[in-house]
């Protein structure tokens, strides 16, 4: 079956620091990639969508300039948190699709950052 | 906007009783409706989904679930509950396309022997 995976599994960094987490899709290439936080006994909530080759598309309310997301090939993404601060401490993950249209998304484990 | 309502936080079955996971959705349009079950260190995984058709949907597992359009609800099913299947459970609606989710807040399921 579809696998992605991220790295790292988990992460802790002084506030100020930046943090890059890949996204990775293993056996499928993945015209699109979404990026998800999710905070403790929370759903996950939709961050980005970023499709290969162009600029991420964020939710509302997702500062573009914190959460940096490129998507440079069909196999990987990387989400940037940048001048990280406690209050960016989540679980944040990834998702893929294998192509246009479809619909199923494939899931990453997930990536717990805590920043201190 | 789409919404997901999910009304149990927590529920807690016995081994070889049946569950049912409430699920009700707020979507303008024809939804695109997934469970997905997410277990510590893995991935969420695809259990089923509804786009059309048949509202009783099988899924893996031994999971179904019944579309209803009149009450808005998405509920998952399963006849009788194995201690592996403790998890998280989520209920979504996807738009654009399908691809767009919007998840529940999630149902804990405690699976007790």
């Known amino acids: 079956g579809a696998v992605v995976s991220q790295h790292p599994s988990w992460v802790i960094c002084k506030s100020g620091t930046s943090v890059k987490i890949e996204c990775r899709s293993l056996d499928f290439q993945a015209t699109t990639m979404f990026w998800y936080r999710q905070f403790p006994k929370q759903s996950l909530m939709l961050m980005a969508t970023?499709?290969?080759?162009?600029?991420?598309?964020?939710e509302q309310g997702v500062e573009k300039d914190k959460f940096l997301i490129n998507h440079a090939s069909l196999t990987l993404s990387t989400l940037t948190v940048t001048s990280a601060h406690p209050e960016d401490s989540s679980f944040y993950i990834c998702s893929a699709v294998s192509g246009v249209g479809t619909d199923t998304q494939y899931f990453g484990p997930g990536t717990r950052l805590t920043v201190l | 906007a789409q919404s997901v309502t999910q009304p149990d936080i927590h529920i807690t079955v016995s081994e070889g009783a049946s569950l049912e996971l409430r699920c009700n959705y707020s979507?303008?349009?024809?939804?695109?409706l997934f469970w997905y079950v997410q277990s510590p260190g893995q991935g969420l995984q695809l259990l089923l989904k509804y786009f059309s058709g048949d509202t009783l949907v099988q899924g893996i597992k031994g999971f179904e679930a019944e579309f209803k359009r009149s009450q808005s609800s998405f509920n998952l099913r399963k006849p009788s509950v194995h201690w592996s299947d403790a998890a998280e459970y989520f209920c979504a609606v996807g738009t654009g396309g399908g691809n767009k989710l919007t998840f529940g807040t999630g149902t804990q399921l405690k699976v007790e022997l």
């Open positions: 979507y303008g349009a024809t939804p695109y």
């Open positions: 970023s499709n290969e080759g162009s600029k991420a598309t964020y």
